[in-house]
């Protein structure tokens, strides 16, 4: 029996590449991106290595760091990297709550990562949060022109894995012993948004972040999760 060819290895696509992404702010209602800089050093560290820290960089590849002068040594390395870095900074007080980037960035086969994301205690679990994955997720696709857009984490980081899929990833496989940090073993689940998700997806988060979905207390009326179909646990 001839062997079977998946139809979307026999259809043509257009092959231009996609722009390599460039260090421009992003701007949204909660947060604003901005590019990484020594300037964002010491409120980063203060908010990453204060009380309530103790986790943040347990799936992190680097840090935690000893000294405010070792980790601004680090800001300093990631803005001067190839792979472009942003500072997430609170919409309101411009003040520096954490950072993520775009990373394998492969404009030939517009495929395009996002990963080393921090966000501080201050950050965590707010509408911020979710907007800084919105902002880069519509530059990727809308600006940048890229098919595939990832996101990889440790295969034990729950955190991590429930936010993809809330997010509106899709869960592709575990790849085991990928990756050794810090000395242990990494078997890296992966995930992946494709392009012609992006206008369910896009609705989704314009939707959840929408002004009139949070109540009292900022209390969210329906969850993102909810409005991409992931099913609870």
């Given at each position: 029996?001839?062997?079977?060819?998946?139809?979307?290895?026999?259809?043509?696509?257009?092959?231009?590449?996609?722009?390599r992404?460039?260090?421009?702010?992003?701007?949204?209602?909660?947060?604003?991106?901005v590019?990484?800089?020594?300037?964002h050093?010491?409120?980063?560290?203060?908010?990453?290595?204060?009380?309530?820290a103790?986790?943040?960089?347990?799936?992190?590849?680097?840090?935690?760091?000893?000294?405010?002068?070792?980790?601004?040594?680090?800001?300093?390395?990631?803005?001067?990297?190839?792979?472009?870095?942003w500072?997430?900074?609170?919409?309101?007080?411009?003040?520096?709550?954490?950072?993520?980037?775009?990373?394998?960035?492969?404009?030939?086969?517009?495929?395009?990562?996002?990963?080393n994301?921090?966000?501080t205690?201050?950050?965590?679990?707010?509408?911020?949060?979710?907007?800084?994955?919105?902002?880069?997720?519509?530059?990727?696709?809308?600006?940048?022109g890229?098919?595939?857009?990832?996101w990889?984490?440790?295969?034990?980081?729950?955190p991590?894995?429930?936010?993809?899929?809330?997010?509106?990833?899709?869960f592709?496989?575990?790849?085991?012993?990928?990756?050794?940090?810090?000395?242990?073993?990494?078997?890296?689940?992966?995930?992946?948004?494709?392009?012609?998700?992006?206008?369910?997806?896009?609705a989704?988060?314009?939707?959840?972040?929408?002004?009139?979905?949070?109540?009292?207390?900022?209390?969210?009326?329906?969850?993102?999760?909810?409005?991409?179909?992931?099913a609870?646990?």
């Open positions: 029996m001839q062997d079977q060819i998946p139809e979307d290895s026999r259809t043509l696509v257009d092959a231009t590449p996609a722009r992404p460039e260090r421009v702010a992003l701007d949204g209602r909660f947060v604003s991106l590019p990484l800089g020594p300037e050093a010491a409120a980063l560290y203060e908010g990453s290595h204060g009380p309530g103790g986790s943040l960089w347990a799936w992190m590849g680097d840090g935690p760091y000893g000294s405010a002068n070792a980790f601004a040594e680090g800001i300093a390395a990631k803005a001067a990297s190839a792979d472009p870095f500072a997430v900074l609170d919409a309101a007080s411009r003040r520096p709550l954490g950072y993520l980037s775009l990373m394998r960035i492969e404009p030939a086969h517009r495929v395009i990562e996002v990963g994301i921090l966000y205690p201050a950050l965590q679990r707010t509408p911020g949060a979710t907007e800084a994955v919105f902002l880069i997720a519509s530059h990727v696709f809308e600006r940048l890229y098919r595939r857009l990832e990889k984490c440790n295969a034990l980081n729950a991590s894995r429930r936010a993809a899929l809330r997010f509106g990833f899709a592709e496989g575990i790849f085991r012993q990928h990756m050794i940090i810090k000395g242990r073993n990494r078997d890296t689940a992966w995930y992946a948004m494709m392009d012609h998700d992006w206008t369910a997806r896009r989704a988060f314009r939707q959840w972040l929408a002004e009139d979905n949070f109540g009292p207390g900022g209390v969210q009326k329906v969850s993102l999760a909810d409005l991409n179909g992931v609870a646990g």
